[in-house]
């Protein structure tokens, strides 16, 4: 049982690269999202998903895409990257609304 | 809308010491989930404990213990004894019930363990 797992850890992109951070649970939860962590400012919710084939914008939600086919994998797609967009990326999943959620390592993007 | 306060960006005490973190929260919802979080310097994510709106019981774990209060909206953590182990960033959560499956963190309290 890996829990949630991400890759990569580290990433250096070009602004205007796009990529995918991948991001996996082995759990059987069906709420899983992502939030991005910048000094000071805690972490805040940038998509979000209750179950395969459904997603939600959370708080931060430009210049990111998102999709659920399979209850196992949320990857998360940078359009065209900005320096903006450096921080750390962390993945969570959960059973269910309400209950705890269960992090992934988090992946350190820099964007020059 | 939700929110979170830890208005404590950082605090510093002398190992052995007890520390409060201070956890303050807005919700216009009935039932409501409080978290708190742990980030040790390696920079994973550490889950501590879990209370939803109807249950006010003040919970110990070893060191540990939360202090909820609706009255004051408040969810308050102390760290009794403290050791260097217990350096890290605490954040707070608030996740509502029925209709939005979001998470919101506070800003985090980065606490020092000083030996």
């Not at chain 1, 250096?12 to 000071?40: F, I």
């Not at chain 1, 993945?91 to 309400?98: E, I, K, N, T």
């Amino acid at each position: 049982n890996a829990g949630v797992t991400q890759t990569p850890k580290f990433q250096v992109l070009k602004t205007g690269q796009s990529m995918t951070l991948q991001c996996a649970q082995d759990m059987n939860h069906e709420y899983m999202s992502w939030y991005r962590q910048d000094p000071g400012m805690g972490l805040r919710l940038i998509h979000y998903s209750v179950g395969a084939g459904i997603t939600d914008q959370g708080e931060v939600p430009n210049g990111y895409n998102v999709s659920r086919s399979t209850t196992e994998d949320f990857p998360l797609r940078l359009l065209s990257a900005a320096p903006s967009q450096t921080s750390v990326y962390f993945c969570a999943s959960s059973p269910r609304v309400g209950y705890e959620q269960y992090f992934g390592p988090g992946t350190r993007l820099t964007v020059t | 809308a939700q929110k979170v306060t830890q208005a404590q960006t950082e605090i510093s005490v002398v190992e052995k010491e007890d520390v409060t973190l201070d956890c303050v929260y807005e919700t216009r919802d009935t039932t409501y989930y409080l978290f708190w979080y742990k980030q040790p310097p390696s920079g994973e994510l550490v889950f501590l404990i879990r209370r939803n709106s109807f249950d006010e019981q003040n919970e110990i774990s070893g060191r540990y213990s939360w202090n909820f209060q609706k009255s004051t909206s408040s969810f308050n953590f102390t760290i009794t004894a403290s050791q260097v182990v217990d350096s890290a960033v605490y954040f707070c959560a608030l996740s509502e019930d029925f209709g939005n499956e979001k998470l919101t963190f506070g800003t985090g309290t980065r606490l020092t363990i000083i030996p």
